[in-house]
Every structure is written in C-alpha cells, then in structure tokens.
C-alpha cells in the first residue's frame, strides 16, 4: 500500500470578516516532495500554513494532511506536524532551556533535560540555555523556535519565513537544518520570499496571488 | 512515545505558571498592593467606627479578592498571549482540559494566597475577633477563591479574543459570580461573628455546588472556547 500523500487541499477558503484570505485552493503534495510556497505580503501563504497546523479551520473546504482530515483528526494531525510561526510559541520569562523541557515533558519524552540540551547545542544556543527568552536578539529567537520544533519530532515541518532575522551564518544553519530533515524524511512546507533559496531547497512551488493560486 | 495524562499534563503545566509567576513577582507584589488598598481604602471610606468595620470585614474582603481576581486572571493570559504561546501548548497538542485546569488551579492558589496575606491585616485594622478559628476560615477561603477562578478562567479566555478585554472580562464576570460572592461573604461573616443560628452549612453547600457547576463547565466549555 503507498503512503498518503503529504497533504491534499481539496478547494479550501479562509474568511476573516467580509475579506477572503485564500480562496479555493486545490492542491497535492506527494509524499517525500518539498513544496515551496511564495507570494507576497498578505497573499494568504500564512493563513495557508496555520491551516494545515489547525490552528484555524478553513471557511470552506477540506484538508487533508498524512491522510488525517484536519477537522476529523485534529489531534493526529497536530502530533505529526509542526509549525514554524512568525510567532515564536515561546514563553519570555522561561529559559530557552526550560521551554524546550516544558515542551518535551508535555510530549512524553522520557528525557526532556538531556533532549533539550542537546537541541541547544544542535542551534547553538548552548550558552544561553539559561537565559530567559525576553533577553534573546531577534535571530536567536528564530533558532530557538527552531529548536522548540525539532523538538516535537514531526512528520510534516510547516517553515513559515524561517530565514527572517537570521544572520548569513544563521542562514545556511538553516538550510542545513532543512536538509537534515529531508534527509530524516520529514516532510517540507516552506514559505518564504527568498525564492532562490527556497527553490534550491524544494521540489514543487505553489504560488498565491491574494489568496489565489496561480502558476509561477 | 505516549503523552501524559490529563492529571500529569494539568501538574507539568501548573508547574510552568507558577514558575512564570516566581520569575514575575513585581505582578504578585503588585497583586498584593493593590488588594491591601481595597482593604485599607473600604475602612477610610467608613471611616473609624470598628463595629461597622468588623461587622462588614467578610464583605470588604471578598471584594478585595473579586477586584485582585481580575488583575491575576487577566494576567494568567496575558502570558500565553504573548508570541501566541496558547496556540503553541493546542498544536503540540496539550490536552485543552489540562489548560483549564492548570490556570483554574493556578488562580485560585494565587487568590488563596493574597487571602491569607489580606486576613491578618484585616483582622488588626478592623479589629475583627475570629469566632469560630481559622480552620473554617480556609476552607471558606479556598472554596471561595476556586468559585471565583473557575468561571474566570473560562471567560478570560473569551475575553481574551476581544479588543476591549480589560473591560469585558469584569462585565462578564461579576454578574456570574454573585451567587459565588454572596456565599462567601456570608459564610466569611458567620465564621467571623458567630453562627447562633447554625446557617453556615447551607451558605457553604451554596459555594460547593457552585464549584461543582462551574469547575464541570469550565472542562467542558474551555476547549471550545481557544480554538478557532
């Protein structure tokens, strides 16, 4: 039997008030490809991505994603996937150390201290493991959210602008990152206006015009 | 690996907010200024008659606590709001019931706590001799600082959505906390005065219902309110 494809949208909206973010977009995405999506500023890229997370429900529309329908399934799809947000998830009076443990503890790991730590190191962050979040550059934020989704070991890593506030240096840790994680097998959903990188990086490319899909 | 179980979700997530709160104590410092200024304001207002004060104590305390619910329970979102932390705990996912029951918890030992702070105070500024002891004044305390969270929690959340939450959360909740208060402040006043008429039982029947209502509420209505 072949694997379900990674994810399947099957005519999808997304409403906020009278405006349509994304508008009735149909598309597959093989198991094993990496989709790259681009569009500029509010062309609903995303709206797009915290849709497949479920972090919201689509208006119209159905999604599926691993072979779990997002509404049926919701927490099957929310322990395969994990989402890289404009938003770090982080909490500001916590370590990077200890929201990586709260997070691992909340996941069953067995070990979250040793996880955590070697996350850190993996980042490198290991130095300011201790500090607490609010102290944190812009940069070191991103890889510490990085750290809090590699964290969740998922099937499905949705990268929503992950080369934003990283440094040259921190951007070519990141496509390594990226690339370990093809080569782990995990799935690829990347949004990002760097579309050279993202192209060197990525199989397929979706395009969205004001929530719209069109051929790049 | 399996994740944990409601009960061990709702400690490891108690555990993070109480550790948050450690890390923030100029908000607990502040929590506690304020709710001793109620106090001490309510006995200027009335000036220097402490028969008035000691017959009323229960009442300017419960609302003391009310005033001081707000600020913390406002607070306790405040925090996951920031960098959409909420969203975080739902997509990890953490079990939504673990999330009431953590911040439920989480306020009512903090409310627990303010009371324990405001009550020698009160008992010396107004003058106030416990006729029953303290250890009925717990029990009336917790259950009543747990009425209070309970629904707070839940319309916090609501709250929470809305532009103008600093406002909403208060005009949601006083009007569905009454039963809760007066309960309290009834209960509080008997244990304060004495109860020649054996009625504490009922008023604290009144609270454990109320609790019983809104803590099985609060699980069931909670996860609907944070998702989308």
Redesign the interface.
């Given at each position: 039997m072949s694997p379900p494809n990674a994810l399947v949208l099957d005519d999808v909206s997304r409403r906020f008030g009278r405006r349509w973010a994304l508008a009735r977009v149909s598309y597959t995405l093989p198991t094993g490809k990496a989709l790259l999506l681009t569009g500029h500023n509010g062309s609903g890229k995303s709206t797009l991505l915290r849709m497949i997370?479920?972090?919201?429900?689509p208006t119209a529309g159905r999604i599926t994603v691993l072979g779990h329908d997002t509404r049926e399934a919701?927490?099957q799809v929310?322990?395969e996937?994990?989402?890289l947000?404009h938003?770090?998830?982080?909490?500001?009076?916590?370590t990077a150390h200890?929201n990586l443990v709260?997070?691992g503890?909340?996941?069953?790991?067995?070990d979250p201290a040793g996880d955590s730590r070697a996350l850190l190191e993996r980042m490198g962050l290991s130095a300011r493991g201790s500090h607490?979040v609010r102290h944190f550059s812009a940069g070191m934020r991103k890889r510490l959210a990085i750290a809090?989704l590699l964290a969740?070991k998922p099937r499905l890593a949705l990268l929503d602008e992950p080369f934003g506030e990283l440094d040259p240096a921190g951007i070519l840790h990141m496509e390594q990152v990226i690339e370990e994680l093809r080569a782990e097998g995990v799935g690829i959903i990347l949004a990002t206006h760097l579309v050279e990188q993202g192209e060197r990086l990525c199989d397929v490319r979706l395009h969205l015009v004001e929530g719209r899909q069109v051929t790049p | 690996m399996n994740a944990p179980g409601l009960l061990r979700t709702t400690w490891i997530l108690l555990r993070k907010d109480l550790l948050l709160e450690w890390r923030t104590r100029a908000r607990l410092n502040a929590l506690i200024f304020f709710a001793l200024a109620t106090l001490l304001l309510f006995s200027f207002a009335l000036g220097p008659d402490t028969t008035l004060l000691a017959r009323h104590g229960g009442g300017y305390l419960w609302l003391a606590l009310l005033f001081a619910s707000v600020l913390s329970l406002g607070e306790s979102f405040r925090v996951e709001q920031e960098n959409l932390c909420l969203d975080g705990l739902r997509l990890s996912p953490t079990d939504p019931q673990a999330i009431f029951l953590s911040k439920a918890l989480g306020n009512a030992l903090l409310l627990v706590f303010l009371g324990l702070t405001l009550l020698p105070v009160m008992i010396a500024i107004y003058g106030i001799e416990l006729k029953m002891g303290l250890a009925p004044l717990l029990g009336i305390l917790t259950l009543g600082c747990t009425a209070l969270s309970a629904p707070g929690v839940v319309y916090s959340a609501i709250a929470n959505h809305a532009r103008a939450k600093d406002v909403l959360l208060p005009l949601l909740l006083f009007p569905l906390v009454i039963p809760a208060l007066l309960a309290a402040v009834k209960a509080t006043t008997l244990v304060l005065q004495g109860d020649p008429m054996a009625q504490l039982g009922s008023w604290v029947g009144l609270l454990s219902a109320f609790n019983l209502i809104y803590w099985g509420l609060g699980l069931v209505l909670f996860p609907r309110v944070i998702e989308d």
């Open positions: 997370a479920t972090a919201v429900r919701t927490e929310r322990r996937v994990a989402l947000s938003d770090s998830f982080l909490y500001e009076d916590l200890q709260v997070l503890r909340l996941l069953g790991r067995p607490p809090r969740q | -």
